[in-house]
T-cell receptor, first 115, second 115 residues
Framework: DVKVTQSSRYLVKRTGEKVFLECVQD?????MFWYRQDPGLGLRLIYF???????EKGDIPEGYSVSREKKERFSLILESASTNQTSMYLC??????????????FGEGSWLTVV | KQEVTQIPAALSVPEGENLVLNCSFT??????LQWFRQDPGKGLTSLLL?????REQTSGRLNASLDKSSGRSTLYIAASQPGDSATYLC??????????????FGRGTQLTVWP
């Protein structure tokens, strides 16, 4: 089975801290994604990557950056955490492009609270 | 920008009923469509993927159809069970020449099946 692992399930951080959310997939997928999910707003795409060292902005990239140094690992970075970044963060991966008809697999999510 | 609407937003039914969940897109140029299940506090699990050349997919008690001309998809759940209680999300992939093909998510239908 495909496994997408998010290293932290629950985090509490202070405003202004730099926060790292790590995601690892074990299926050699080209594509990886970071979403955030908020009540009433659904899933929103923050950043995605279709290859090592490649990244593309999603719909809400402000306040975030990403790193993909290895194919299996995609990190989301909050440069200076703010309370409006309190959310559930979901990492996902897929082979090829979604347009090629490949299923996307999600991690269990990371609950981040910024105080 | 693609907008995805899911109706109803919530549904509560007794065990054994057959259910229909609806999903519609503002841009009917959907390349493929996936239905996901999300349990509280967890990530998303892919249920069905309808690729661009298909009109429907079936898995057990689940059947999903896609009408690309109207930009609508339906998830049919037969003989519902309490274990089906979860939030169901649809997501469409719109290929506009990108090799990646981003997914656009609805906000989900929260289903409760009571014994």
């Amino acid at each position: 089975d495909v496994k997408v692992t998010q290293s932290s399930r629950y985090l509490v951080k202070r405003t202004g801290e730099k926060v790292f959310l790590e995601c690892v997939q074990d299926m050699d997928h080209e594509n990886m994604f970071w979403y955030r999910q908020d009540p009433g707003l659904g899933l929103r795409l923050i950043y995605f990557s279709y290859d090592v060292k490649m990244k593309e902005k999603g719909d809400i990239p402000e306040g975030y950056s990403v790193s993909r140094e290895k194919k299996e690992r995609f990190s989301l970075i909050l440069e200076s955490a703010s309370t409006n970044q309190t959310s559930m963060y979901l990492c996902a991966s897929s082979s090829g492009g979604a347009s090629s008809g490949n299923t996307i697999y999600f991690g269990e999510g990371s609950w981040l609270t910024v105080v | 920008k693609q907008e995805v609407t899911q109706i109803p937003a919530a549904l509560s039914v007794p065990e054994g009923e057959n259910l229909v969940l609806n999903c519609s897109f503002t841009d009917s140029a959907i390349y493929n469509l996936q239905w996901f299940r999300q349990d509280p506090g967890k990530g998303l699990t892919s249920l069905l993927l309808i690729q661009s050349s298909q009109r429907e997919q079936t898995s057990g008690r689940l059947n999903a159809s896609l009408d690309k001309s109207s930009g609508r998809s339906t998830l049919y759940i037969a003989a519902s069970q309490p274990g089906d209680s979860a939030t169901y999300l649809c997501a469409g992939g719109a290929d506009r020449g990108s090799t990646l093909g981003r997914l656009y998510f609805g906000r989900g239908t929260q289903l409760t099946v009571w014994p």
